[in-house]
């Protein structure tokens, strides 16, 4: 069975009519479970669910600790190019965004300076990204960065466009530990409607990518929704449904969670689902609570602020000092195209210093469960 036959038996008004459904009892029941179900997640992410979020917290916070003590690995986004052929509405990168700034695909000496300034900040786990634009930053040049980056850093992930199995066996063969492949949205007309153009826009092709890459070998699956695109509750729950499907079909690797959130979008997309900072909250608990042994990323994307709040919650991995154009760190200029504007510019050294503050052990490199009984 397919995740594809999975999510179908979950649609979004079977969803909606659950959430509505849930009571107070129903939550406290999901509360003090130790195996949670579907239909617990369910109840977490309701409305009826809001009142215990601090109940959730104690919990998730629990359960973070007993499942990876108190530390926090870093990493970095490389961004080796902006060249896209797809057009997503809501991305900067996009063929049709009308960004005149310039696109590049970093050149092998430029990987290796860039891979140079992040090694001589600490990092040790790099994640590299690139548009969609198979044909000028094919596979080849994709494993050919892996290399690259294998010869500077520990861990090497990548989030790049969905590819062929085989594909992702090079990767791994070149030195990939992770791949991080977010659905955007696991809701089927909102997908067609925000993917225009390029391999992108195929569905079902991006639905089974992220188990390829498990059946490739990969060791660390990441998974997550771009939250705005559609309903939230709905969108986290299908999320959660798809990690426990690859913790199922995918066990050798481990599975990690994304929050990725709209808040910076081109002027011709609007969102239409936003996501509150206590709805962020909310969707990070419930998924603790449910997938209890998942990494969660936390990225740049999000202020301060809001960063420091949610890294006792269930938060395993941060980005930090982050560039998302190519060259970003020490090659090329503010007049390359970025992906996004990120919200938390503070440097490494100081959110190393932030993670000790709290209580927790900044990591550079997370040599993760899965690798270490391989
Ligand atoms: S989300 Fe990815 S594939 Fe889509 S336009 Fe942006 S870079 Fe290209």
Known sequence: ??????????????????????????????????DRSLRDLAALLSPAARPHLEAMAREAQRLTRWHFGRTIALYAPLY???????DCVYCGFSVRSENKEKRVTLKEPEIRNECEALAAQGFESVLLLT????R????????RGIAIAREYFASVSVEVYAVDQEDYRNYVAAGLEGVTLYMETYHRPTYAEVHLEGEKADYDYRLDAIERAGRAGVRKLSIGALLGLFDWRTE??????????????????????SFPRLLHHPDRFQIRDRVGNADLVQIILALRLFLPEAGFNLSTREAPELRDKLLPLGVTHMSAGSSTRPGGYAT??????????????R??????????????????KDYDRAFDTA
């Open 1 to 34: 069975m397919s995740f594809n036959d999975v999510i179908t038996q979950w649609d979004e008004v079977k969803l909606r009519g659950l959430f509505q459904s849930v009571t107070d009892a129903d939550v406290r029941a999901a509360l003090r479970k130790d």
């Open 80 to 86: 080796l190019s902006n060249l896209c052929a797809a």
């Open 136 to 143: 000028a930053v094919d596979p080849d040049y994709i494993a």
């Open 236 to 257: 986290a729950f299908w999320t959660g449904l798809h990690g426990r499907y690859l913790q199922k079909h995918c066990w050798q690797s481990a599975l990690a969670i």
């Open 131 to 134: 548009g969609e634009a198979p």
């Open 347 to 364: 440097s490494p050294s100081e959110i190393r210093d932030l993670i000790r503050s709290l209580g927790y052990d900044p990591v550079w």
């Open 332 to 345: 090329r200029g503010k007049e390359v195209l970025e992906q996004f504007e990120i919200e938390d510019f």
